[in-house]
């Protein structure tokens, strides 16, 4: 029995964030200031000619789904191994004193921390897709984590991240645990995606109260 997980970005784009979706037939996109994320209805042929008009020259678009893509014309693909994990349990945060909601007006900081922790395709506008919670010190934001894909039931745990110079205090745990408990209070199912060969950041989850799910391919796709 096939799930809304096996494609989560197409079942996003074609519910609850179609207001984002780009695209028409058999595949949708995000705005490329929003999310590199694109998803295909199916594998067809005619599925696979709509997502390569969807890449534009010298860009790219990222899929993630439970089995391969197949590569549309006049596309390169480059693929890894993932792993999706939903949350069974909700470990709740103990101490949520240094912790602020991020708006709008935290856009710029939040980029650049993106920009520098690398915790995946993060653009200018990620951040309108779902709400976000960080950490300051003396100012400067040092850590976040938040919300991405929204499906029927399910909300995606996304942009989990640390400054360098701030890792080790466990912040990530303790974003993380808010933006969980957030999701369970909404009566939606958290889950998120990890790179295979990540297994600290498996672990972590786990602790949290996340399993594995499903094996999840990664496939960046490129206009030749």
Known sequence: MTSPLDRPV???????QVSFAEGTGRARCFARDISLLAATADDTPEAMMDLGALIEPGGAVVLLQTDPSPVPP??????????QLVADS??????IADVVDLTDADASDMFALARLARPGPFESRTHTLGGFVGIREHGRLV???????RLPGYTEVSGVCTHPEARG????TLLSRVVTSR??????????HVFAANH???RLYEKLGFRLRAPIVVTILRRL
């Open 90 to 95: 909700i470990v709740e945060p103990s101490e």
């Open 183 to 192: 999701i369970a209070g909404c009566g939606d199912t958290a889950f998120l």
């Open 10 to 16: 197409w079942h996003a784009l074609s519910t609850l």
């Open 200 to 202: 600290a950041a498996i």
């Open 74 to 83: 006049g596309a390169v693909a480059e693929v890894a191994a993932g792993v």
């Open 169 to 172: 205090r466990g912040y990530a």
């Open 143 to 149: 850590a976040m984590a938040g919300e991405r894909l």
